[in-house]
């Protein structure tokens, strides 16, 4: 059974960095796509950040420059590095793999998914 787990959450002042790092177990990178995704208290789940199986990459306007997203496929490991952080980035982060060969964009009814671990940056 697919399994990720999330990890390196926690509590920053406005500016400081994380990074987080999410094991995957039991799946194969092989054509698929993966990302991280946020959702904050009262809010709706929102893509953070996004790599294709060709490296691409894709965030979404408001941590453009700020996070990157990158994996190893080696290590069976997907990261976000989190620089410049602000209050407006808190909330609850969720790794996601979806195999679909190809695909460009993560699909919830196709993804696997973390359990989410929790950022919270203070002003």
């Known amino acids: 059974q697919v399994q990720l787990v999330e990890s390196g959450g926690g509590s920053v002042q406005a500016g400081g960095s994380l990074r987080l790092s999410c094991a995957l177990f039991?799946?194969?990178?092989?054509?698929?796509?993966m990302g991280w995704f946020r959702q904050a208290p009262g809010e709706e789940r929102e893509e953070v950040a996004r790599?294709?199986?060709?490296?691409?990459?894709n965030y979404t306007d408001s941590v453009q420059g700020r996070f990157t997203i990158s994996q190893d496929n080696a290590n069976n490991a997907l990261y976000l590095q989190m620089n410049a952080l602000k209050p407006e980035d808190t909330g609850m982060y969720y790794c996601?793999?979806?195999?679909?060969?190809?695909?460009?964009?993560?699909?919830?009814?196709?993804?696997?998914w973390g359990r989410g671990t929790r950022v919270t940056v203070s002003s």
């Open positions: 790599i294709l199986s060709d490296g691409r990459t």
């Open positions: 996601a793999a979806d195999p679909r060969f190809g695909c460009v964009r993560i699909l919830g009814q196709s993804a696997f």
């Open positions: 039991r799946y194969t990178f092989s054509g698929g796509c």
